[in-house]
């Protein structure tokens, strides 16, 4: 049977057809799919797809993922061909598979593969974007004391080298009981006529708040409206915790600039991610590092000539040769996630957040710092116990068999990250033994 019939119920009929036949991820969700759950996506087929240990709760995925099975095959027959003759291999290959990495990414944010550049990380796109900037000793870079190190690191260095001032502010006094209207409030009374740039996170990892982005950036197109194009407000988003989880595409966001890894919710391959912008915004960066994959800038080079034109999210690729086999195996990771449904991958991950976050509010002595509200959160959980740092929670965790992290700000938290990985009886399992911890 059924096999096609299965598929198709549990969703996941569209990886199964998007794949190569050497993906295994077809014979593997057959095996594994169990008739009681031939109404929904078969959760327990997505999770044999990862070759997690089932000695722990795994609740990191917010830091580096776990390659599932597609993924690993397609790095596994890279690999093969590089070890068997990397030079051929590399020529015969490359720029077809980043083409074909960069047309998955614009897919699944709805952009076209033109616009987006791939990078190794969050970190190498929020640098590259910031640091790429045109900006001049009169403008500004506005972010918040909520943003992240790689933000606030990239903003100082960008600062540095244009003249260009950098100020944060904070975008509430209390996270509890904060507003979409507060938020969008604080921004705008901070952006000033000499703001060329705002650059802030879409879920911070601190707390797991996750800002209104698209209130936000209608609120910030209001101002552009009566600006001219080189002095427009540019939103810039370290979209890292989201990507992967919300069901959008980069119109929805409204922002300019997108960075994200694709190694964390996005399961891709461990030394990926991409920035992704529209095509007005492009323009407004510089390239640091040069591109392998933009025949005009080799072109040019090579007659001795600067590259004509704009720049491009090709151009803004970082060339050199590097892990390919990683980079190439991106366009599985896409299929994955959308051959269960991003729609589906986001509400399971509500969900299941959601009954983590109702959970923990019911335990005394606990400090949820995750708004409820799915507005304001998606996949990260971020809470203290009284009396124990939270390295100590995480330690008796571990100690318990479940991996969780600290937030690495001024002020820590405990951080757990319920993703499509794992189930409602884990989640139980996790409140228990936080009960156990607390009492
Ligand atoms: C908000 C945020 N941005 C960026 C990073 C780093 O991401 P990457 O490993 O993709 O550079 C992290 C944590 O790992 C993070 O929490």
Redesign the pocket.
Known sequence: MLRRELLARSGLALAAGAMSSTSGWMEAAAEDISPQTLEGPDWPAVRSQFALTNEYIHMSA??ISSHPKPVRNAIQEHRRGMDADPLTYVFQNNRRLQEEARTAAGQYLGVGGSGIALTD????G?ALVYNGLRLTANQEILTTDQD?Y?THESIRLAGRRTGAQTRRISLYDEIEGISEEQIVDRIMHAITPATRVLAL?WVH?STGLKLPLRAITDAVEAINAGRDEAARVLVCV?G??GFGIEDMVLSDLGCDFFMA?C??WLFGPRGT?IVAGTSRAWESLLPTIPSFIDSANWQAWSSGTDPEGPTTASRMTPGGYKAFEHLWALPQAFEFQQGIGKARVAERTHHLAAQMKDGLRAIPKITLHTPRSEKLSAGIVSFDIEGLSPGAVVHRLRERRIIASVAPYAVPHVRLTPCIQNTPAEIDTVLQEIRRIVS
């Not at 990380?121 to 190498?124: D, E, K, W």
């Open positions: 917010m830091l990380s969050t970190t190498m929020v992240y790689v996170t990892s370290d890292v915790h890894g190694h964390k991610g």
